[in-house]
């Protein structure tokens, strides 16, 4: 992955995240990561940045570790599983779980029955209960909805 690095003239090096505008005057502006001390994001203004600092040449590779994909594949699991969680009918559920089929492990599926208070039953296909379960109780869901 090549990422848009510069450097000040103190030698400070900045990796561009995006460029944004700054509300409410909509002034364009720059959102930078400091890539040394406290790494923090910032933001200036579009034409301060440019003249503050220059491209670093030839682009600077950063390279993606192993580490780096674990926690990306744990925040995107985590997200999973808080709209799992976070969904309010049955339906908004069992979308989910057939959207993530191949997404899940037996620790987000664990946890998804115990939200549901579906026992955990070892060696079994835990994807395939919960989603019976979810069926189940769409059903009555539905149902309860028709008779109000």
């Known amino acids: 992955m090549f990422a ?14 995006s460029e944004c505008k700054i509300y409410p005057d909509m002034q364009e502006a720059v959102c930078y990561q400091e890539l040394e001390g406290d790494y923090q994001v910032l933001v200036m203004k579009k034409k ?7 491209p670093v040449s030839p682009p600077v590779q950063v390279p993606v570790t192993r580490e780096d ?7 995107e699991e ?9 969904a309010t009918t ?20 664990n946890n998804m029955a115990v939200s549901l208070d579906i026992p955990i039953i070892e060696d079994k296909d835990m994807y395939s209960v919960i989603l019976n379960e979810l069926r189940i109780k769409n059903r009555y869901e539905i149902q309860n909805r028709l008779r109000s």
């Open 90 to 109: 049955y339906e908004e559920k069992i979308n989910i779980m057939t959207e993530h089929r191949d997404d899940f492990d037996d620790h987000m599926l």
């Open 69 to 75: 994909t674990v926690v990306a594949e744990k925040a």
């Open 78 to 86: 985590r997200n999973i599983l808080l709209d799992f969680l976070d």
């Open 4 to 17: 848009e690095v510069y450097i000040s003239l103190s030698r400070k090096k900045v990796q561009i995240i």
């Open 48 to 54: 301060d940045f440019y003249s503050k600092f220059k």
